[in-house]
């Protein structure tokens, strides 16, 4: 697969030397890295193109993350959910976000039932593996914070009664980047809650071809969905997210990470830099990319990979910097490149 997240600058620092690229070169044929193909091959099938899209919604489901998706509408992205989940065995489930979604509609409330005369707590939609929360931004604060307090803590609190959400709890919460009116900005403190942001583009010409010959047929969403083969279940996802903790990250390569997310802070044209959760993210993450490759360490070329999902959201340009024109993901892309990259 090539690296869909990002495409290192010519005079960007050599991150391996020749051993670690005969130790990649080498990977394991481990359990996670036949999982993870067998899931990208049975995804494929259906849901065409995206790469970046499909392997980092994989390595937060993996790191038991979040992903907020920035993309135009028609892109597929009710697709991939219900493809994701039919092929890992898990539920899912779709909320569409409007203007006067409350937070009951997401979480469920206690119903009266006539029958024993008490009130009976109806789960809400929430109540799943896989979620796409559709156009969050569009519903007020008090609606998508409850969805973002479930993502932190994995439970729902009704009438001072904790109901737990079943593992893996994957939300991919998407906004549209280019309608603004009625919308609502998601606070920085609650966009931190995602592990990455996702830019989903529109496909190339060769993919879009292939979309089009694909879903053009007269042919039911469900039956090709049905299609599908399942690969894996729940529980063998939950055995791979504690394989992937047990990857190996160098204390070099921790260094390096925390030197990134603490330069976010001093960098010039940034207003806000990154929080400790953005470290975080880059650590789990980088061990998920390791294990779906076959490694059993953490190397660079994971960190570098992953960095502009896992900072973009997480960072806010100065004033003077937007007027001049400079984009998240330049700015981030020039930070990374002027931190020395570790050998290891």
């Given at each position: 697969?090539?690296?869909?997240?990002?495409?290192?600058?010519?005079?960007?620092?050599?991150?391996?030397?020749?051993?670690?690229?005969?130790?990649?070169a080498v990977a394991a044929d481990t359990p996670t890295r036949r999982l993870f193909q067998r899931i990208t091959t049975e995804v494929a099938?259906?849901?065409?193109?995206?790469?970046?899209?499909?392997?980092?919604?994989?390595?937060?489901?993996?790191?038991?993350?979040?992903?907020?998706?920035?993309?135009?509408?028609?892109?597929?992205?009710?697709?991939?959910?219900?493809?994701?989940?039919?092929?890992?065995?898990?539920?899912?489930?779709?909320?569409?976000?409007?203007?006067?979604?409350?937070?009951?509609?997401?979480?469920?409330?206690?119903?009266?039932?006539?029958?024993?005369?008490?009130?009976?707590?109806?789960?809400?939609?929430?109540?799943?593996?896989?979620?796409?929360?559709?156009?969050?931004?569009?519903?007020?604060?008090?609606?998508?914070?409850?969805?973002?307090?479930?993502?932190?803590?994995?439970?729902?609190?009704?009438?001072?009664?904790?109901?737990?959400?079943?593992?893996?709890?994957?939300?991919?919460?998407?906004?549209?980047?280019?309608?603004?009116?009625?919308?609502?900005?998601?606070?920085?403190?609650?966009?931190?809650?995602?592990?990455?942001?996702?830019?989903?583009?529109?496909?190339?010409?060769?993919?879009?071809?292939?979309?089009?010959?694909?879903?053009?047929?007269?042919?039911?969403?469900?039956?090709?969905?049905?299609?599908?083969?399942?690969?894996?279940?729940?529980?063998?996802?939950?055995?791979?997210?504690?394989?992937?903790?047990?990857?190996?990250?160098?204390?070099?390569?921790?260094?390096?990470?925390?030197?990134?997310?603490?330069?976010?802070?001093?960098?010039?044209?940034?207003?806000?830099?990154?929080?400790?959760?953005?470290?975080?993210?880059?650590?789990?993450?980088?061990?998920?990319?390791?294990?779906?490759?076959?490694?059993?360490?953490?190397?660079?070329?994971?960190?570098?990979?992953?960095?502009?999902?896992?900072?973009?959201?997480?960072v806010i340009l100065s004033a003077e910097a937007e007027v001049e024109g400079h984009k998240v993901d330049d700015v981030l892309t020039e930070?990374?490149?002027?931190?020395?990259?570790?050998?290891?």
């Amino acid at each position: 697969m090539t690296d869909p997240f990002s495409e290192p600058a010519a005079d960007a620092p050599v991150a391996a030397t020749p051993a670690e690229d005969a130790a990649v070169a080498v990977a394991a044929d481990t359990p996670t890295r036949r999982l993870f193909q067998r899931i990208t091959t049975e995804v494929a099938k259906v849901f065409v193109g995206q790469d970046e899209l499909v392997l980092g919604t994989l390595v937060a489901l993996f790191s038991n993350g979040h992903v907020l998706i920035e993309s135009v509408p028609g892109l597929g992205k009710t697709l991939f959910v219900r493809t994701l989940g039919q092929v890992l065995g898990c539920r899912f489930g779709r909320i569409q976000f409007t203007a006067d979604l409350m937070p009951s509609d997401i979480t469920g409330a206690p119903i009266f039932d006539l029958k024993t005369q008490e009130f009976q707590f109806r789960p809400g939609p929430v109540f799943t593996q896989l979620l796409l929360a559709d156009e969050i931004n569009r519903s007020p604060a008090k609606t998508h914070a409850a969805l973002l307090e479930i993502m932190q803590e994995r439970r729902v609190t009704v009438e001072r009664i904790s109901h737990k959400i079943d593992r893996p709890f994957l939300v991919l919460a998407t906004q549209n980047p280019i309608e603004a009116e009625g919308t609502y900005n998601l606070p920085e403190a609650q966009l931190d809650r995602f592990m990455f942001k996702l830019v989903v583009n529109y496909p190339s010409a060769e993919e879009e071809a292939e979309i089009l010959a694909l879903h053009s047929l007269q042919v039911d969403l469900d039956q090709r969905l049905s299609g599908l083969e399942t690969v894996t279940s729940p529980e063998e996802i939950i055995d791979a997210i504690q394989l992937a903790g047990d990857v190996l990250v160098d204390p070099k390569l921790l260094h390096y990470i925390n030197s990134l997310v603490r330069l976010s802070r001093e960098w010039p044209q940034f207003y806000l830099g990154a929080s400790p959760r953005a470290g975080i993210a880059l650590v789990q993450g980088a061990r998920t990319l390791a294990a779906f490759r076959g490694r059993a360490y953490a190397v660079p070329d994971d960190v570098v990979e992953l960095a502009l999902p896992a900072l973009r959201h997480r960072v806010i340009l100065s004033a003077e910097a937007e007027v001049e024109g400079h984009k998240v993901d330049d700015v981030l892309t020039e930070l990374i490149h002027s931190v020395e990259v570790p050998r290891l």
